[in-house]
């Protein structure tokens, strides 16, 4: 399983901005897709994620009410969407799967990541 991030930029706070990952390998329409986060000198953190089917999405409280998580399956695309950005938004964002529920991503690492995208909100 191969996973792609983009749509990352510059935006000021309150603006928007959409990201996307793109997913290669046949277990994309099994498995649970996470965003994650990692701003410079910090760890790596949990953002969103949504299970198989897109009917169940969990958020980090830091972005709850301001992100979206969705899927596309039949694209083998997953998107994080994000409103009303704020600086502390400011992050190299991952995209990640795994063959698992989608709430078990806050808490164990999935197996497969893409690279980073990096999404910067000046103030």
């Known amino acids: 399983v191969q996973l792609q991030a983009s749509g990352g930029g510059l935006v000021q706070a309150g603006g928007s901005l959409t990201l996307s990952c793109a997913v290669s390998?046949?277990?994309?329409?099994?498995?649970?897709v996470g965003w994650f986060r990692q701003a410079p000198g910090k760890e790596r953190e949990f953002v969103a994620a949504?299970?198989?089917?897109?009917?169940?999405?969990y958020y980090a409280d830091s972005v709850k009410g301001r992100f979206t998580i969705s899927r596309d399956n039949a694209k083998k695309l997953a998107y994080l969407q994000m409103y009303n950005l704020k600086p502390a938004d400011t992050a190299v964002y991952y995209c990640?799967?795994?063959?698992?529920?989608?709430?078990?991503?806050?808490?164990?690492?999935?197996?497969?990541w893409g690279q980073g995208t990096q999404v910067t909100v000046s103030s």
């Open positions: 949504i299970n198989w089917n897109g009917k169940m999405t």
């Open positions: 990640a799967a795994d063959v698992t529920a989608a709430q078990r991503m806050s808490v164990v690492p999935p197996r497969w």
């Open positions: 390998g046949h277990t994309f329409s099994s498995s649970a």
